[in-house]
């Protein structure tokens, strides 16, 4: 088995925003390769598009001078915080489908092979009408092959999606991501993939499945080739760093989950980091040294696992 360890882009909005930086910290800092870049750091509805294009190719230029591989582009906090494809409103959703578009241009002109992310939310009358989700849900399918026509236009090789946490924010069981990835699948002329968080997965289903992160990575591990860690006492995603404080709270063992992995037949899969602070101090300074710390943690785990 073969895992590839790097970054998501989360932890540099607001404070290293400058593509200089960022490429500089992981290359240098953290002494990484790999990246998936955060949507949040060069947002589709609000950066104009010549300006979009302008720091993509920066992006592009610094990526091949530091060495880094950008293997996709993921949604950010700004669109978590919106409905997107399942708004009550069509309006609203047809501007969330202009998004999309300028997320797959976006990743388009980073010359990024894979792209994807966090799908929407029902609203909380939505959520409680079986009808209307299931007319929402075959419009996101369909929505889903329109993209995935876009994506293949633009030369992206792969479309990406995340099961999330809440009843809302559809899939957040096993049971429905597995509904799901074959409703994307058959509607994409792209290959889909899943995007496991450890941190994510309906705590309160009523499945205990659904709220253990080995039981997903059980589920899903041949069809698994991206996993975002964070570490999480599983209450709720807490996005925490691999660092001795939040270890010693946290649920996610590395080493389990490395065994986890092989035992579900992986062949090969990327690590993410995904850790998130709030955007203002004391956080600003503690950054890059939990970076580290928690970079050095999954080392660590991964050199002793004999990966």
Known sequence: MRINLGVNLSFAITRYVEPEEWTKIVSQKLELKYIQFFSDLLDPFFTPPSIRSEICQKIKNLNKKHNLEMHSVFSGTIPHCLNLLLHPDERMRRAALKWYEGGIEMTSEMECPGYGGFLGAFSKRDVQDERKKKVLLNEL?????????????RGIKFLLFEPMSCIREFPSTISETKWLY???????ELPVY??????HGRA????????????????????N???HLQQTDRMTSRHWPFIEEFNRRGKIEAKKLIRTLKGGGTKETFFFLEIMYPPFEPFDDLVLDDLK???NYWRKA??????
């Open 204 to 223: 309160r289903s009523g499945n205990e499945r659904d709220a253990n992160p080995y039981a997903w990575l059980r589920e899903f591990a041949p069809k």
């Open 225 to 227: 080739p991206v996993i």
């Open 293 to 295: 710390e928690s970079v």
């Open 302 to 307: 991964l050199r002793e696992s004999e990966i």
């Open 141 to 153: 399918i369909d929505h889903w092959g329109y993209l995935s026509r876009l994506a293949k236009k």
């Open 194 to 199: 899943l995007c496991l968080d450890v941190g």
């Open 182 to 188: 074959q409703k994307l699948s058959e509607s994409s």
